[in-house]
């Protein structure tokens, strides 16, 4: 991408301690960069490190958590001091919309007085200002101002989902990380939600990572998208390009897995289950699942290589696979 | 149909009463209910595949809930084989639980912790008193093999915990098929499973119904209906509002709320760049259904000859809708 990226990961990794000496690789060196306005999905099954990721970027790991590896924000390496390097960035540059984010307001406080004590506690804003920048906020994701004054068990579950996303985006953040913001919603409630992301990120620039396992959800929605697995970073191009021409069969695979509403082809499950990361991984980690697997995969982890315009690969087939 | 479907239910009726309170009671304040299932009707034949789609708080689960008499229905009829099991009491109805049996959504929740495979698929023998035994471990072993865990013994004696979330599905629906029952009421088997071992559980559904065994499955998931149902029935607020064979009803909706509902389903190819037709707003609650068509209040198309007419289904055939602009 021309544009310089507003977010960059590189070579991260995050290991939690689990006690008696043993230790879960949640994330094994995974790299990544988003520019502004992008929209990128991080796909991935359960356990193959989105969400860690996500908390990363966020400094929101568990105390047993420990972290290694550089994100840069337009350029600033925000990881290097620890907490304190992080800390003026958490919310006012990068937010987070978590899974389930519109049961987490508390129940016997109004909507807007929780949006307005963010602001405070950040000081972007307080008192009069803070209120009107909160009715702002709240016309934003289409919720009428006056509405500010309702307690969330007044607002439906999509609502509470637009009041989350407009809490996040209460201290003007540059990069929103949306954790399944639809997953707990239907389908309709989805693609209004899904409509609005894509207004904010197309209108303001925002730049948006939409983890979900949902891949029709980012074919629709997203530019580009990263497919984890074990960790890392499998395949990360143009939404586009992984579908026409997937370069690692885990995500050709994972497509393949996903029925289509009006598609003709047979779904196809993918054998066995991801490795376990709390023993180190030596060879391909997709390697005992793949369908294209050779000698080369047992031995070496394959790097992530560029395979095309903004598309990028893990596979030792990269090169040849259709 | 000549013979009498495996299970045909007949204009059901689940209410819930609301709770008043204390105070509502005692000041006679007046009595709400919950429509949550208003005169359903539904068919399923032996080596059928039927889909029940629709949103939260439709009325899908209360209905496969009545299916099962996990709850006394309002009004109405549920035929299981020829004999209505609404009006039966717990003892007369227990020789007939055995025809019908349900696999829940969450594998990780439905089976005991504490139980081993083995004591979860045979509770079931023991509690409807069935073989002796050696014939309940033999036919456990046949279960668990049916389901797809094989070879059986690997599993046995293993925990749920020792368990991957697709095989405690597989558990799940081996206890359910230790009976051999006809009928297989299947509430969002695989929503809480990852996409990769989702195909896996629906083609082994797809192989029983090739069997003969007649499957209702309930899913919010068009998707998944479209790729392995016969048919599909779509609710709304309480009421089937089409129904039809699998592709016909996707490829060619005719109610509204279908059709807006096809449109907003998202597509896994990204060319796919199809319109959507967002409605505005959420489903009303079913405390407060409409006048009229329950629909009315959020259709394109509906105008005020919609507030006037309840539609019921309609339409030549196999696929119909509930629509009286159609």
Request: aromatic content about 4%; proline content about 7%.
């Amino acid at each position: 991408m021309s544009a310089a990226p507003v977010l960059e990961v590189q070579d991260l990794h995050v290991w939690f301690d689990l006690g008696h000496g043993r230790e879960l690789n949640a994330v094994q060196g995974a790299s990544l960069t988003l520019a502004r306005g992008e929209r990128m999905g991080l796909v991935g099954e359960s356990g193959c490190g989105k969400t860690t990721l996500s908390l990363a970027l966020m400094g929101l790991l568990p105390p047993n958590a420990s972290v290694a590896g550089h994100v840069l924000l337009d350029g600033v390496d925000i990881l290097a001091g620890g907490e304190d390097s992080l800390r003026p960035h958490r919310w006012r540059d990068i937010a987070m919309v978590f899974q389930g984010a519109m049961n987490a307001f508390n129940p016997v406080k109004r909507i807007g007085s929780q949006i307005v004590e963010a602001m405070e506690l950040h000081d972007v804003a307080s008192g009069r200002a803070a209120q009107a920048r909160c009715g702002e906020l709240l016309e934003l994701v289409g919720i009428r101002a006056e509405r500010a004054n309702r307690f969330p068990h007044e607002f439906s579950g999509g609502m509470r989902q637009r009041a989350a996303i407009a809490m996040a985006l209460s201290c003007q953040p540059r990069v929103l990380l949306a954790d399944e913001p639809t997953t707990a919603l239907d389908v309709m409630v989805q693609a209004q939600i899904l409509q609005l992301l894509t207004r904010l990120s197309d209108e303001l620039g925002l730049a948006i990572i939409l983890v979900t396992h949902d891949l029709p959800v980012v074919a629709q929605t997203c530019q580009t998208a990263a497919v984890m697995y074990a960790g890392r970073v499998a395949e990360l191009g143009p939404t586009v390009a992984l579908y026409d021409a997937p370069r690692h069969p885990y995500t050709r695979m994972l497509f393949a897995a996903t029925p289509d509403l009006t598609g003709t082809a047979g779904v196809a499950s993918i054998p066995g289950a991801p490795p376990r990361l709390d023993r180190p991984l030596v060879a391909c980690p997709f390697a005992p699942r793949c369908d294209s697997v050779f000698g080369t995969c047992r031995e070496r982890r394959p790097p992530l290589l560029t395979v095309g315009e903004g598309h990028l690969a893990a596979c030792h087939l990269a090169g040849s696979v259709a | 149909m000549s013979a009498a479907p495996l299970l045909a239910v007949r204009d059901l009726v689940v209410h819930y009463p609301m709770a008043r309170g204390i105070v509502g009671t005692v000041g006679r304040k007046e009595e709400r209910v919950v429509r949550a299932v208003d005169g359903v009707s539904l068919t399923v034949a032996s080596g059928e595949l039927v889909a029940l789609v629709g949103e939260s708080g439709c009325g899908k689960t209360t209905t496969a809930h009545a299916v099962m008499r996990m709850l006394v229905p309002r009004s109405g009829s549920v035929e299981i084989s020829g004999r209505d099991i609404a009006p039966l009491s717990e003892r007369a109805l227990r020789p007939l639980r055995r025809e019908a049996q349900i696999v829940f959504q969450d594998p990780y929740e439905s089976l005991d912790p504490r139980y081993r495979v083995r004591d979860t698929v045979t509770e079931p023998l023991v509690i409807h008193g069935m073989g002796n035994k050696e014939e309940r471990t033999e036919r456990v072993r046949l279960a668990l093999e049916h389901a797809g865990l094989s070879p059986a013994e690997l599993f046995l004696d293993r925990y749920p915990h020792e368990l991957s979330g697709g095989q405690r599905q597989r558990v799940a629906i081996a206890s359910a098929l230790v009976l051999e029952p006809k009928l297989l009421v299947a509430d969002e088997p695989v929503s809480m499973l990852d996409v990769s071992v989702r195909a896996g559980i629906l083609d082994l559904l797809d192989g029983l119904r090739r069997t003969g065994l007649g499957i209702l499955m309930i899913t919010h998931d068009l998707s998944t209906a479209a790729h392995y149902a016969d048919r599909i029935l779509v609710m709304y607020l309480g009421r089937i509002v089409e129904e039809g064979p699998a592709r016909a009803v996707v490829n060619d909706p005719q109610h509204p709320y279908t059709r807006a509902l096809i449109s907003v389903v998202p597509r896994r190819d990204p060319n796919d760049k199809h319109r959507e037709q967002i409605l505005q707003g959420e489903t009303p609650n079913p405390v407060d259904i409409p006048d009229g068509c329950r629909f009315h209040p959020r259709c394109p198309i509906g105008d005020e000859s919609c507030l006037a007419v309840d539609p019921q289904l309609m339409g030549e055939g196999a696929h119909r809708a509930a629509c009286i602009k159609l």
